[in-house]
């Protein structure tokens, strides 16, 4: 299973399409807002990446009108950024590959955000938003390890191993695989180890998280 299906696969699928929005739906709601009320009181807060369920098709959408909720309303320091995660994928037609871009979470915005009522308020009632990801009404952030894998940005990981530590590869295809650290590169938050695989050692390189001194 690829990383990504790791990370949404415990994610509820939106259960609406854009044509099943009617022009005066009412999508958004007083009764589930989160109970945020000490959190508003500290502005001081550390922005957080959250997962926002959409109706499928309405994601730029959804990124376009939060974007001018966000500007008319001077929120800029509740909602730092809205990503709607894009890859490219090749197709061939008539022999010909062709190159498009395709969302890699259809269905799903990103928000980066300080989670207050206010700012719950303003993204829950975006139109084409049908809620946040977490159980019941609290929204659960992603953790450091999910933003890194998912791409969203690359944040600095403490590091407890040097070059010669012994250590566990803790996630990914060589889960649970012993290695020594070879190279460490701190700009790009990678580390280099060699595991023994069918009777001989191997370089493998991996991301700081995915590997734990022992």
């Known amino acids: 299973m690829s990383d990504k ?18 022009e005066n739906e009412d999508l958004g709601s007083d009764a589930d807002s989160a109970d945020m009320s000490s959190t508003e009181k500290d ?30 309303q001077g929120l800029e320091e509740l909602i730092y950024e809205i ?26 915005v990103m928000v980066k955000m300080v ?8 993204v829950r009632n ?10 019941g009404s609290k929204p659960i952030p ?22 010669g530590d012994h250590v566990r590869v803790t996630n990914g295809a060589l889960e649970n695989f012993i290695g020594v650290v070879q ?3 701190m700009d790009q938050q990678r580390v280099k180890i060699s595991v023994s695989m069918f009777g001989r050692d191997t370089p493998v390189e991996l ?5 734990k001194k022992i």
């Open 5 to 22: 299906d790791d990370i949404m696969e415990n994610i509820e699928q939106p259960e609406k399409d854009a044509s099943e929005v009617s």
């Open 43 to 72: 502005g001081s807060d550390q922005a957080k990446w959250y997962v926002v369920h959409t109706y499928s098709g309405y994601e730029n959408k959804v990124k376009v009108n939060l974007e001018k909720s966000i500007e008319n």
């Open 83 to 108: 990503k709607v995660p894009m890859e490219e994928i090749v197709e061939v037609r008539n022999g010909q590959k062709k190159l498009r871009q395709s969302k890699v979470f259809p269905g799903y």
């Open 115 to 122: 989670m207050t009522d206010k700012s719950w308020y303003i």
């Open 126 to 135: 975006t139109r084409g938003v049908t809620g946040f990801v977490g159980p």
């Open 142 to 163: 992603l953790t450091d390890e999910e933003v890194v894998t998912m791409g969203m940005e690359r944040i600095p990981i403490k590091r407890e191993f040097e070059v």
């Open 183 to 185: 190279e460490v590169n």
């Open 207 to 211: 991301e700081f998280f995915q590997v």
